[in-house]
């Protein structure tokens, strides 16, 4: 293996930082690499908000759950899809792109550039030492977000990133197995998915067992099951379709 892929297998979520900013040298690297994952068509749909303002971190971390590391990290980084530069470009070239921005194609497109440039951010900050955790919290009130960030139509902010000099050594918690996410040619059966997660959900029972001290028990199964058994944030339909996206 390479230094590039021990990288990546080595990831962990950080939510402990040191109180050290990272230097402009470091944010603006950062975001060239944002800036050169994969875009679809060209379009570069993403627009990353780096959040310097003190009262806006801490207010993010507020509206985000009162996750304190939303304030407290070396730098804080929104990520948004952003289709206000093309009606822009398309008012300079006086043409009209209304319909395609307003497509489902053109919401899954924007969501996907911003995870592919919020990824390559990720993995460069990480190849310098420094920790990230990903902040879907900032959708718990995402007008709010929106508001105070200034994001105009067709720009949505969808998620925070927070970079830091790591203070704590999480530890890395078990992925599913790889049978579970890769299947060769076609779906797999039912009764093969329930087997791996069986065997996921004693792997993952015994990982918490250990990590609390036996406070937690529950494996993957369990716990994801409980989770998602009631939905969460289901204004979010609304509120896309008001900034004018997601609704063709």
Known sequence: MNEVIETILAHRSIRKFIDKPLSEDIVTTLVKCAQSASTS?????CTIIGIEDREKKEKLAELAGNQSYVADNGYFFVFCIDYNRHKIAAEMKETEIKE???STEAFIVGSVDAALAAQNLSVAAES???G???IGGIRNSLKEVSDLLGCPEHVLPLFGVAVGYPDAEPGKKPRLPIQAVFHKDSYQS????????KQYENKTSEYYTKRTGGKRTEGW???ITAS????????MKDFVQSKGLNRL
């Open 41 to 45: 068509s060209y379009q570069q749909v």
């Open 100 to 102: 395609t921005i307003e």
């Open 128 to 130: 310098l030492g420094l």
């Open 132 to 134: 990230i955790v990903y």
């Open 190 to 197: 039912k009764e093969e998915t329930e087997n791996l997660l």
């Open 221 to 223: 199964v369990t716990q």
């Open 228 to 235: 998602m058994g009631t939905p969460k944030r289901t204004y």
